[in-house]
């Protein structure tokens, strides 16, 4: 419906000029995962229905773009059925079935005007360990709401473990927020940084060291005790 078609930020199209403007076959820069490592027994029912709770709560979670023959710079709020939630069968040992993993996560690059954009992925990596890798595209999410969304979940597991399947309370609404961000002043922002670069005439280049090896993709692997 038209009530779930908002305008993108700038930092949002930024983004997803960045994933679509990329080399076909390579990998994409907002494409980020967070890997954690669980010992003891996993209950995947649990830890969908807590996924599926954290969906239907956070809008900002089922967006995707409008497809561009239609519009520019524009998204849509998907359903709250809109979920990504899979148990991977690997092999090897733990160390090779984490990298298979990621592997496989990278292989499919999220499509901006399907998604969804997010995905939970389990998997099993033998001697009473698993694997729960959260995975999704920057222009929904960045680092800190991710750990946000980290805590929910394993709060909403542990909820779900204790037979209290409690419904979570609508959270940030992502159309208030764009309401609020359209309200700022922008100028005075504008009027300072104007001053504050005024002397710069050259660009500030900065040299980062070689890379000893070539990598895919950005994320980190916490293991829980």
């Known amino acids: 419906t038209l009530d779930n078609l908002l305008p993108l930020t700038p930092a949002q199209q930024g983004m997803a000029f960045e994933s679509l403007a990329r080399e076909p076959g390579s990998a994409d820069p907002c494409h980020i995962q967070v890997a954690l490592i669980v010992r003891g027994d996993l209950n995947r029912d649990a830890m969908l229905q807590a996924w599926k709770n954290i969906v239907a709560r956070y809008d900002i979670l089922r967006l995707v773009l409008a497809p561009s023959r239609l519009a520019s710079g524009v998204a849509i709020i998907q359903e709250a059925s809109a979920l990504d939630f899979r148990v991977i069968q690997l092999t090897g040992d733990a160390q090779e079935r984490v990298r298979q993993l990621k592997s496989m996560d990278l292989d499919e690059p999220f499509e901006l005007e399907q998604g969804p954009l997010i ?16 995975s999704k595209h920057h222009v929904i999410l960045d680092g800190w709401s991710l750990m946000v969304i980290l805590f929910e979940l394993a709060q909403g597991y542990g ?67």
């Open 119 to 134: 995905r939970l992925s389990i998997a099993d990596l033998g001697n009473g360990e698993h694997a729960v890798m959260l």
């Open 159 to 225: 909820e779900q473990l204790a037979g209290k399947n409690s419904v979570l309370k609508h959270g940030l609404s992502w159309p208030a927020h764009l309401e609020w961000l359209a309200a700022q002043d922008n100028v005075p922002a504008h009027q300072f940084w104007k001053q504050h670069l005024e002397a710069v005439s050259t660009p500030s280049r900065v040299k980062f060291p070689t890379p000893t090896s070539v990598g895919r993709g950005n994320g980190e692997i916490y293991r829980l005790l």
